[in-house]
């Protein structure tokens, strides 16, 4: 047998999570690096998974097949496609840099009480979410996907609850009372999608008899399994509720402001950047492939939801004061374009889609971390709290210019590639809402340079006066991922060789066919 | 005589017991109305193995009383500990789970 | 040969890179370092251009492939470019003009602590600018295309401390965008009627599409034409820009960036070509600009508006000339070239006038000043004799081409249209001759003025250090900054006629754009007297107006038509109100929709299930005896419906 490399990936943050968990109080220090050092390690496994993988070769590879329970068909099984591939990556690179930009976020603030630990708590919280995640990317088994997909809500409950920002304007004990606000808010809206998901699961046993899904969707495609039209939708309506909550969709949006403001930035990257595209993923993993023809009945609706979403989270980024809920307004605004892109059903599209969930993750990271930089510095997430910080910390203020201009897909970073692609892909199957989504990307300049001009030009505001510019420690965050952004948007090559063959096979599932272009229709 | 008969002295000595739970505030006389329509179970289990002529009734009779003698060590400990705390047996005083 | 074709965009790109991120160390010989990779960039396009000259006219046309960009399933698009005579002459103008204002910023930026950083914006100005010539497909060019509207952005903001900086340098990149819509809608009708949008087979194959989305696609890039070059309606930006340093200015809102709607036009001609529509559309949004962008440059007396308003109008002039076909397109390039030289000169005069200013702006204060710059004042005399079309000089050659080809479009249209460019000339002789004599001749209005007027905020920062109160001492500029205008000046005067001598330019841009001979209904000859005959109108009017009579420091009341001309014809008031105060009120109100309607739904499903555990609370009073009283109960409800089951 070969070695479990999808197991090990998965394993090792779950096994550092414990290991960090157990650092005693004394050793914070360690505790990070011990942290740091592992998800570096997940990082380089995930990086094999990514050399082993072969594009060309089968659909799901690097396979590993258990029985779990048995009563039930439900199997420990993995194997992953160039989406999850892309993922995985995604994730496995952003962690480092999440772990390093929250170096001292959870830092206790009096440390006479020898067995509080909060610190060895936040990064065996992020470390365990990390685990979580990827085994979500790698499970080919539904209930074993909605095992991890739900047990994800726990450490993230924990994250967003337990460790927020320590600047806020309105006092600490505000800031707590909103926090736990948030946490609850954020894990009843995925438990309600969960537990309606778990119905839905279970319909999928009662009508197909196990829990496989490549097994499944083999008999859904050569016409073995069949089911009725009406089970079909009731059954991709369950799964799409959780994942359209998970990514989220309008109007099932309102829970990821109140997370992305409360949390710390580096958790509210987490949230944004990994956790939610395990719901976009999901979309195109088990949406498309168990129910094709309902996702076809399904897809006007739900392409004015992620049109709606475009141009409503646009504009709502465009009136929020507060620094973190702009760019989470922002974010429901790119997943709109990613669900556009993934319901579309054209190559273009879909590869748009992937490409932008692994561009957002980025560009998104890189923002909003430079955006916790700030706000660490000033204790305010108030934009009108800041200005003319472009004058004392210019590369903050570059940084943060180039993770926006990376926001509103500027041509030469990397979301724009998938941002045209997803429009292209819209527009030659469903020209009216290609046209109108385009006005997302003037909205998107708009909310972008209004924040920018008020926080960083314009007269320098006493309050900033000092504000020193990036640490070393910073820029070590923030310089990896800028660099990705320009070599991503100028050489996509590698990404997209990685992810076209998987959704070359999710347009066959879904049976659909790229539009001809009009002049060779017409020969 | 009929073994019908042992079974409505079974459920007269189960009504007394409920009744008793119910309506009685000491927590000794409760716990002894518990023990009544336990026993009280137990006659009717061993009654049905008469009737039907096999055992299985009257091992479960067995496996009762077992249950019953240690419901009865905890039962006591936690009246007595509550008792002390309290100065007092009444079951209507313990109401401290609600909100 | 090819291969160099990349260096051009590279060299450049580069300076950009070291610049921006080399940090401090490099602050003292970073603009050499940006002055000689944009000076290398033009040798390399020089060195081209001679290859090129050295070939046969219809196989002059390179190409490079560098590597394949965005491949995904039935969409393809390339890092590629091509270099055809079209592509050439922008190379050599934003090259050399480019190379020129480097050198001219190294003098005028001296005393800037961020210069290096200006240096760096600048360098990436070019490289965007020359990728967006040099693309071989729309989606490339429309990289450049945004490239150049973020460098543009970024130097328009340059001295960023101060707000209405900051405020133009976000209005112009916003603006852009929604002109950038209209290209990126452009290319997707492209994609999904061709299925490709690279220049040669779209272009090719033009004809075998319905003439609808044809117009569709002309439209959509004339949208995306008018966000770049300031034309009707998104001309806005253009006047606002001039918050920006003045090579800025020269550099991109006059002489290269501002006219990448032209090239754009005149790349897709095989589109314009078919779609008639299209083409009338554009004219008549060449003809409006061509005459708002006069009339404000009327009223302006602050020299950069003034001027800026001038150069929507010259572009007008290019679009209309865009707009006409295959009589216009090298027209349309040909002003475009001499307007780069002229134009690009008069800014580095204003720059240098300002210079020796105190950066002060109002030509109300100015006045006088050929004494006290000779250089400035020659050089700019002859890019204002250029400009206002003075025979012999390169914009006469070039604007009278444009206005035969306007009366030889034909019909009423050609008639309207020659008239409006007729006008247009008219209004540009005015204009001109009002900044020529407000600044150079007249009373000496700079001394003893009594305190800078508050309302009139001047653009350059340095006046703070300066301070407002001190009475300015004109001086002359260093060699640094005069040489670059001499030799713009130069261009100016020589440039028409070399390009015109054989219809040289018309036989070098033929094998692009293709040409047809105009034939105007009137005689050439008739059209070029009358033009000249109109400018010596406008500048005599100009003359009685401003030269005859002194010019008052603070600004007359206007008749209505100038005070609204002062506003930007109130374009901006009306932006303000529809599309400001409208958009504010709209995201203000969905805040609250969001919060009381999207989100109060679902917090309100939250507060009645807590009301409704709240009383079923209260069955659980703590009372052991009441449950026991609930399990008994329970307990035979299920027995009784057990036996009652039975029975049934």
Known sequence: MSFPLLTATAALPALGAIATAAVPAAKRTAAKWLALIVSLATLALAVTVLVRFDPGGDRYQLTESHSWIADFGVRYELGVDGIAVALIALTALLIPFIILAGWHDADPLETGNKRWRPTQGFFALILAVEAMVIISFEATDVFLFYIFFEAMLIPMYFLIGGFGDRAHEHGEETAATQRSYAAVKFLLYNLVGGLIMLAAVIGLYVVAGNFSLTEIAEARANGSLDMATSTERWLFLGFFFAFAVKAPLWPLHTWLPNAMGEATAPVAVLITAVVDKVG???????????????????????????LVSIIYGALLAVGQRDIKRLVAYASISHFGFIIMGIFAMTSQGQSGATLYMVNHGISTAALMLVAGFLISRRGSRLIADYGGVQKVAPVLAGTFLIGGLATLSLPGLAPFVSEFLVLVGTFARYPVIGIIATVGIVLAALYVLVLYQRTMTGPVKAEVAKMPDLRVRELVVVAPLIVLLVFLGVYPKPLTDIVNPAVEQTMSDVQKKDPQPEVEAAK | MNPVNYLYLAALLFTIGATGVLIRRNAIVVFMCVELMLNACNLALVAFSRMHGNL??????????????????????????????????????ASLMKL | MENLIALLVAAPLLGAAVLLCGGRRLDAVGHWIGTVLAALSFVFGAVLFADMLGKDPEHREMSQHLFSWIPVEGFQADVAFQLDQLSMTFVLLISGVGSLIHVYSIGYMEHDERRRRFFGYLNLFLAAMLLLVLADNYLLLYVGWEGVGLASYLLIGFWQHKPSAATAAKKAFLVNRVGDVGLSIAIMLMFTTFGTFAFGPVLASAGDSGEGTLTAIGLMLLLAACGKSAQVPLQSWLGDAMEGPTPVSALIHAATMVTAGVYLIVRSAAIFNGAPDAQLVTTVVGAVTLLFGAI???????????????????????????????????????????????????????????HGMNDEVDMRKYGGLRKYMPVTFVTFGLGYL???????????????MIIEAAFAKGGTEGWILGGVALLGAAITAFYMTRVMLMTFFGEERWKSRPTASPEEPSAEPAAEHHGAHAEPHPHESPKVMTIPMIVLAVGSVFGGAFFSIGDRFVHWLEPVTGHTHGHPPVSALTVTVATVTVMVLGVGLAYLQYGRRPVPVVAPRGSLLTRAARRDLLQDDFNHVVLVRGGEHLTRSLVYVDHTLVDGVVNGTAASMGGLSGRLRRLQNGFARSYAVSMFGGAAVLIAATLLMRAV
């Open chain 1, 280 to 306: 976009t993923f999901a979309m195109l993993r088990f949406c498309l492939q168990l129910f094709p023809e309902a996702s076809t009945w399904a897809t006007p609706v739900v392409l004015v939801l992620a």
């Open chain 2, 56 to 93: 299985d009734g009257q091992i479960i009779a067995f496996f009762t009383m077992v249950v019953a003698a240690a419901e009865v060590v905890v039962g006591l400990a936690i009246i007595v500990s509550v008792f002390r705390a309290r100065h007092s047996a009444s079951v209507d005083d």
């Open chain 3, 296 to 354: 404000v440059g009327c009223a302006k007396d602050d020299i950069k508006k003034a001027l800026a308003g001038s150069t929507m109008s010259q572009i007008g002039y290019m679009v209309l000339a865009a707009g006409l076909g295959p009589i216009g397109y090298v027209f349309a390039i040909m002003h475009l070239v001499t307007h780069g030289f002229f134009k690009a000169g008069l800014f580095l005069g204003a720059g240098s006038v300002m």
């Open chain 3, 386 to 400: 250029a400009i206002i079309g003075f025979p012999g000089l390169s914009g006469f050659f070039s604007k009278d």
